[in-house]
């Protein structure tokens, strides 16, 4: 297995105040992946990227970017790393060209006229590029600070909240980018709440409440150990209640009383839908239509919060 692009290990971070916003994360992120770590306002996403990228010290822990320590070497790991904040922080006076310019000096790396030229295209920012950013509008601010972030070449580029009040064209242009730079060898570590945009995008999703990693998987591994299915029958006449005798299977009543609804688990060896449906012929509750589907990656999110990490599954 190739060593892990960054690598963070027993990170914590108490605050003065007693808040622990940082209980012990460990965390491996892959070379060229995306990567979601998602969670509620609060969970503790910003407070470890801000960490890694040495804007806030830990209390406890290692960090390694690019075989680089990021806590005795803060500058080699941080020309790694490129950051799009939340908040907008940039002179508003300043050219969106000379933004982007000036960020990339910063770094040390030699002007690159068409670097820059190209990032400012792919974010349909080229037309703009002599305007001053008060003059942009919302989108186009949040279009500046990609590009600012992506103009010294950083390989690990990390999108806090990037689509957080943006329109959904702006949203679709940016997963656009996203994709492109995963294919020149970014690896995009992004947080978010938007569920639908960490199941479209990301390659691994971690879930984050608390300050506490609950869990990190592949998308589709955590949506197979960790979803449910639901059976849901159309029933020939509306109940008012679930009958005695059909405690076992816990279901419950939808639609007004004309759906019945049964949760099971897809991986287990029984499914018990055989025995209900016997046990529904017995009892003569009929029904016109039956219909499965899967839990969403949002169903996940919401349980695995809820029940605080009681569905941890190892990483």
Not at 87 to 109: I, N, Y
Not at 141 to 164: G, M, W
Request: glycine content about 10%; overall charge neutral; proline content about 4%.
């Amino acid at each position: 297995m190739t060593e892990p692009i960054l690598s963070v290990r027993g990170v914590s971070k108490t605050y003065a105040s007693g808040v622990h916003a940082l209980h012990a994360v460990d965390l491996d992120i892959r070379k060229g992946e995306i990567f979601a770590l998602l969670g509620p306002n609060g969970a503790g996403k910003t407070t470890l990227i801000s960490i890694i990228c040495g804007i806030v010290t830990p209390s406890t822990g290692t960090i390694t970017v690019g075989g680089c320590d990021a806590i005795r070497n803060p500058k080699g790991a941080r020309r790694q790393i490129g950051l799009v904040p939340q908040e907008l922080a940039t002179d508003m006076f300043e050219t969106v060209e000379a933004t982007c310019r000036f960020s990339r000096g910063l770094f040390g790396h030699p002007q690159k006229s068409g670097h820059i030229d190209e990032i400012l295209r792919d974010l349909s920012l080229y037309d703009k590029r002599k305007a001053k950013i008060m003059e942009l509008s919302g989108g186009m601010k949040r279009r500046v600070l990609i590009a600012k972030a992506l103009a010294h070449e950083p390989d690990i580029l990390f999108l806090d909240e990037p689509t957080a009040g943006v329109d959904v064209a702006l949203r679709r242009d940016m997963w656009k980018l996203v994709h492109k730079l995963r294919e020149r060898g970014t690896t995009i570590i992004l947080t978010t709440h938007y569920i639908e945009e960490a199941e479209e995008m990301a390659d691994r999703v971690g879930v984050i409440s608390g300050g506490k990693l609950l869990v990190v998987d592949e998308k589709a591994a955590l949506m197979k150990k960790l979803g449910k299915r639901e059976l849901d029958l159309a029933l020939n006449e509306p109940m008012t209640a679930i009958p005695a005798g059909l405690e076992e299977w816990h279901l419950a009543l939808e639609n007004d009383g004309k759906t019945l609804r049964y949760v099971f688990d897809a991986q287990a060896e029984r499914t018990g839908i055989p025995s209900l449906l016997r046990k529904l012929g017995e009892m003569e509750i009929g029904f016109k239509d039956l219909e499965t589907s899967k839990s969403s990656l949002e169903d996940i999110f919401v349980d695995l919060v809820r029940d605080g990490g009681r569905q941890e599954q190892p990483a």
